[in-house]
Each structure stands twice: as C-alpha cells, then as structure tokens.
C-alpha cells in the first residue's frame, strides 16, 4: 500500500502481513512491490500496528490502492490511468518558451542546470521512433537560473491537457500490472528493436522502447537498444525526509530481465519522458 504526502510527494509503503509490518520510505533508492496489497488498512488501525508517530501519520492523505482481482485485466491499467504510447517529442514548454535542443559535448550536457533536451544517441533519425531524451531540469520546468531557486518561476513541461505523471502514479500503474518483479514484461514493447533476449509481451500496451540513457556524470550516451528509462516528475527524498538537490525518481527496465524498478537518477541524465492526459 502507498500512502502519498501531499506536501512533498513522499511515498510511504508498507507490508501488510502480521510477519513484515516494516515501514519503506521513498528515501530508499529502490521502490518494493507489496506481497500483500489486496488488504487495506485505515490510518488509525496502521498506526496501531506499526506503532507510527500520529503526527506524521497524519500528513499522508491518499491511499493508492489496485486489488489483486484486477491484476490479470492488464491493459485496463494503462487506459484507466490515460498513459500516452508513445514518448514525448515536444520541444517548447506549454506558454512557447523554447526547451534548449543540446548540441555540444558530453560534458557540457553534464553541467547543465536548466532543461535542455537532445536526441537519443545523437541521431535525429532516432527520434520517431524513440522520442526525445530530456534532462530533469526540463521535466521540472527548470529553465533558467532564476527559476531553479524559486519554483513559482517554473514552467509546465507537458503540453495543455498533459501532465508527467509522479513517482507514485508509476508505482499504482505498477502494482496495477502485478508488481515491480513482473511489469517490467509486460511494458516492454515486442519490437525487433530491443536487443535479444527481449523478455517482453507489451501486455499492458505501455510499448516501451529502448531508447536508453544519457549519462549524469559524463553525458555519455549508453544502453541504447537495451534499456528503456523514464523521468518521474517526483524529487528524489533522502533517508533524512529531506529533498535532494540533485536526484529525482525514474523507472528504468532491460531487455533481459521481466522486472521495472524505481531509483535516484542525476537530474543532468537524460531519460525518455512518457506523459499522462489530464482530460
């Protein structure tokens, strides 16, 4: 189950089973899936079990919750949270103001601090197929260095009517489709373009692509054809409850593997964005 505050987009999961009450922040680099997450629990029989403090018990407002009867309809989770199928190709933020197409070097791409976007691998041929890779800074509306201090100077990424979906939303559309250890097969498109082995059978209909990553660090471009990584609009929370400067939450999965995880990326990596309609 997730328990998600509003304030700051923490996400808090626990097992509800009497052998492993344990609570999971998101200040974990790596989300679990739930064994159990057909059974529910409403705040004050949670905080009796667990022994949680009330006064933050009281900050998390929304249970996020998909029983197991619905895990076997697979591609309902997709239409019921109204992903897109495809990844974001769009090159301006949602009032015009153009998003910087990078064309210098690698470690150029690495120092950035506002958004900026590039193609995958560098090949403008790349981009029907797989969209655009974009840094973080750009998913956050980040823009120029005003705006990196003050968020009411931020601009909306998504086009009107869109929006890029938070790391809880990918973990509900996640258990959803049975659970980090299974998901990531059935996201992942079938297509001849992933590098073989491909575990995958796109029953969800999310069709991801392996479009790869560019790295934080170097601004290297790597594990293009084996790995599909997706930018959350969530900031990554440490293990001290407090925003990381320099971290937000993706979702990446691999060819040879069924799974999908979360994790802290960089903010200067560039990853594929996959948008979700507000309409």
């Given at each position: ?121 560098n090949s403008s041929g790349n981009n029907g197929t797989y ?149």
């Open positions: 189950m997730a328990w998600n505050d509003v304030a700051s987009n923490q996400m808090v999961s626990y097992f509800d089973a009497s052998t492993s009450g344990i609570p999971l922040l998101s200040g974990q680099s790596h989300f679990t899936t739930l064994p159990n997450a057909n059974q529910c629990m409403d705040k004050t029989a949670m905080q009796a079990k667990y022994n949680l403090d009330a006064t933050n018990l009281s900050t998390y407002t929304s249970l996020q919750l998909v029983p197991k009867s619905a895990w076997s309809n697979v591609s309902s989770c997709l239409t019921n949270q109204q992903w897109d199928v495809t990844n974001a190709t769009h090159t301006t933020y949602r009032d015009g103001t153009i998003i910087p197409q990078h064309t210098g070097t690698d470690a150029a791409w690495a120092a950035l601090t506002t958004g900026a976007w590039c193609y995958p691998n969209g655009k890779l974009y840094n973080w800074y750009a998913v956050a509306g980040i823009w120029n260095a005003a705006s990196m201090s003050d968020s009411l100077l931020r601009k909306q990424f998504a086009p009107i009517n869109k929006a890029v979906p938070t790391s809880l939303y990918w973990y509900t559309f996640i258990t959803c489709l049975g659970g980090e250890s299974v998901a990531g097969e059935k996201m992942k498109s079938t297509s001849a373009v992933w590098t073989s082995p491909n575990i995958a059978n796109n029953t969800s209909g999310f069709s991801a692509l392996p479009a790869g990553t560019r790295r934080h660090y170097d601004g290297a471009f790597v594990v293009f054809g084996s790995q599909a990584t997706f930018w959350t609009s969530t900031q990554f929370v440490n293990a001290g409850g407090v925003l990381d400067p320099n971290q937000a939450v993706g979702y990446s999965m691999s060819n040879s593997f069924p799974n999908v995880g979360g994790y802290a990326f960089g903010m200067t990596a560039g990853k594929s964005v996959r948008l979700i309609n507000q309409t």
